[in-house]
């Protein structure tokens, strides 16, 4: 997980830990079908982002409430893992509190 923020987002992962071991996602986007286990981690970054655009095509920092919100909107922008992914992490008290499972 060091490896892939660094490499794929520039970042340096401070505190990284598991918090939804076992989550696993099947859904639909633009014609390509997922079906996947996919853990989830938490961590404290320093600094901006400096993504691969080969990796990433757009990131903004967003407060827990307007992601919740997000995940929410039938129209939203998230990706459809992230909107199952949301309520699970709000159940554990947000990212910087949830505990691993």
Known sequence: MH???RDELGL?????RLVLPDFSYRASL????ENELCP???CVVYGDPRPDATEVEAWQWWPWERFLD???APDGVLSPWARMQAPQLGERGGPLHA???
Not at 12 to 16: E, H, K, V, W
Not at 30 to 33: D, N, R, S, T
């Open 3 to 5: 490896r892939r923020l």
């Open 12 to 16: 340096r992962a401070l505190d990284l």
């Open 30 to 33: 633009h014609g390509i079908e």
């Open 40 to 42: 989830v981690f938490v």
């Open 70 to 72: 997000e995940a929410r």
């Open 99 to 101: 505990e691993a499972a």
